[in-house]
């Protein structure tokens, strides 16, 4: 199924001159993809401290931004600039994992979300994400298949602390948001199995 993966080569084109300056400068891809996380949890962390100040929920669209341009430019600097190691490849899943989980938790201090829909989403998130790398150990290759892959989930979100971060109080039928994309990632996890099953079966 789609995803806004797909327009992932399109956005590494133009990041490309800044991952060839950051080689330059003696950056690493691993250092990039520390940072990442590192920014992630940070503003997840800020963010759960202070949820009164709406305001703060505008860091996180600029942050997702952010984390899906460095994610991008650590798989550059590790595919062509020769920095690819299996560190780095332990650090950009459990990297995307944590991340994920900082960024999504403080929702559950934002009405009207029920904080089981907060914490189920992003426990499916991790699910999908899994279940992507174990396309690997099974010869599938990791599977990015959609609905609700990394950057529908990082869309979603951004949007949603938008509308927080601009003062809306959002109406009752909201709470229904989290169990939605919960049940997207169900879906994406299960995608995800199937189509690794079939690559590695081919």
Not at 90 to 106: C, K, Q
Not at 132 to 157: E, H, I, N, Q
Request: glycine content about 10%; cysteine-free; hydrophobic content about 60%.
């Amino acid at each position: 199924m789609p995803t806004l993966y797909a327009i992932k080569p399109a956005f590494q084109t133009l990041l490309r001159p800044l991952a060839s300056r950051l080689v330059s400068a003696g950056a690493t891809a691993n250092q990039v993809t520390t940072a990442a996380m590192l920014i992630s949890v940070a503003t997840g962390a800020l963010i759960a401290l202070f949820p009164e100040i709406t305001l703060l929920f505008w860091l996180l669209p600029l942050v997702l931004f952010v984390r899906m341009a460095l994610n991008a430019i650590d798989g550059m600097m590790a595919r062509e600039f020769g920095q690819a190691s299996k560190l780095g490849a332990y650090l950009n899943e459990v990297g995307d994992v944590v991340s994920d989980v900082a960024l999504i938790l403080p929702f559950v201090l934002v009405a009207p979300f029920a904080a089981a829909g907060v914490v189920a989403f992003a426990i499916t998130a991790m699910i999908a994400e899994y279940a992507g790398v174990l396309g690997v150990m099974t010869g599938g290759g990791r599977g990015y298949d959609g609905p609700f892959g990394k950057s529908d989930r990082a869309l979603a979100l951004g949007i949603i602390a938008a509308l927080i971060g601009s003062g809306i109080i959002l109406p009752s039928w909201f709470s229904w948001v989290f169990p939605l994309m919960t049940a997207l990632s169900i879906v994406t996890a299960l995608n995800r199995i199937r189509a690794g099953l079939h690559r590695a079966n081919s």
